[in-house]
């Protein structure tokens, strides 16, 4: 879908089979470049439903006529505009998928720059999977699948990272969107995580297709798996 100004263009919809959403609040290529690239690339070749941002430019205020508003700040989209056309897709697809599947995941995909491998001490370091924390209040995914979706990245080559909430890279500050159905509107039945994807592997759009069909493997992986093994400890930033 090409984005028009002001025509209600600014979000791409994708529907899918798989009990998985992907969700790119900064897809506005000014933002967090080529991660809507990456979000429709995998949402295509999994078959999983995505909201894809790439109209919405991240701005402190929502300002529909200058195509301005964070669509990772809760209260952002619970405003008029960016409801209509951000968020009430994603409460759509919530339901549509909860109807063939008895739990679903909601994966934020976000950009990170390549910064925070010097201020992590990672230098080779490629994601950061936020699951809310180590606050049971915050925390957005169970344990064990967010171990098992970090191991499943790991196997396709990516060093990974656990976002906590020194480096708010967590996902668990209450405007966050990957607090939508933990804090807003709580529902057990939806497991989510923010990824964060460093600038390297995004570079350009050979570089984001290529990470997209890692990161393709990945989901697959972990939806194929049947049972859970101890997959080990992940570094913390």
Same mark, same amino acid.
């Given at each position: 879908?090409?984005?028009? !100004?002001?025509?209600?263009?600014?979000?791409?919809?994708?529907?899918?089979?798989?009990?998985?959403?992907?969700?790119?609040?900064? +897809?506005? %290529? +000014?933002?967090?470049?080529?991660?809507?690239?990456? *979000?429709?690339?995998?949402?295509?070749? =999994?078959?999983?439903? /995505?909201?894809?941002?790439?109209?919405?430019?991240r701005?402190?205020?929502?300002?529909? @006529?200058?195509? !301005?508003?964070?669509?990772?700040?809760?209260?952002?989209?619970? %405003?008029?505009?960016?409801? @209509?056309?951000?968020? &009430?897709?994603?409460?759509?697809?919530?339901? $549509?998928s909860?109807?063939?599947?008895?739990?679903?995941?909601?994966?934020?995909?976000?950009?990170? /720059?390549?910064?925070? $491998?010097?201020?992590?001490?990672?230098? &080779?370091?490629?994601?950061?999977?936020?699951?809310?924390?180590?606050?049971? @209040?915050?925390?957005?995914?169970?344990?064990?699948?967010?171990?098992?979706?970090?191991?499943?990245?790991?196997? !396709?080559?990516?060093? =990974?990272?656990? +976002?906590?909430?020194?480096?708010?890279?967590a996902?668990?500050?209450?405007?966050?969107?990957?607090?939508?159905?933990?804090?807003k509107?709580?529902?057990?039945? =939806?497991?989510?995580? %923010?990824?964060?994807?460093?600038? *390297?592997?995004?570079?350009?759009?050979? %570089?984001?297709? !290529?990470?997209?069909?890692?990161?393709?493997?990945?989901?697959?992986?972990m939806?194929?798996?049947?049972?859970?093994?101890?997959?080990?400890?992940?570094?913390l930033?």
């Amino acid at each position: 879908m090409q984005f028009k !100004k002001n025509t209600g263009e600014r979000v791409s919809l994708i529907s899918g089979k798989k009990p998985i959403i992907l969700i790119c609040p900064h +897809g506005f %290529q +000014g933002d967090d470049k080529n991660t809507a690239i990456i *979000t429709e690339h995998i949402a295509r070749k =999994i078959d999983c439903y /995505a909201v894809i941002n790439r109209g919405w430019e991240r701005a402190e205020s929502v300002d529909p @006529e200058n195509d !301005k508003a964070d669509c990772n700040n809760i209260d952002h989209c619970y %405003q008029e505009i960016v409801k @209509e056309e951000f968020l &009430d897709p994603i409460f759509r697809f919530v339901s $549509r998928s909860l109807k063939k599947h008895p739990f679903i995941y909601t994966f934020y995909l976000h950009g990170m /720059a390549n910064l925070h $491998r010097l201020k992590s001490g990672l230098y &080779d370091l490629d994601i950061v999977v936020g699951s809310g924390g180590d606050d049971s @209040e915050s925390s957005s995914c169970s344990v064990w699948r967010k171990d098992l979706f970090c191991f499943c990245l790991y196997k !396709k080559g990516f060093k =990974i990272a656990e +976002g906590t909430k020194k480096s708010k890279l967590a996902g668990a500050s209450k405007d966050n969107m990957n607090q939508l159905f933990v804090q807003k509107v709580p529902n057990a039945l =939806i497991q989510s995580l %923010q990824i964060e994807i460093i600038e *390297t592997r995004r570079r350009n759009e050979v %570089q984001a297709i !290529k990470t997209a069909d890692l990161l393709s493997g990945a989901f697959n992986s972990m939806l194929e798996t049947d049972s859970f093994y101890s997959t080990g400890k992940f570094d913390l930033y």
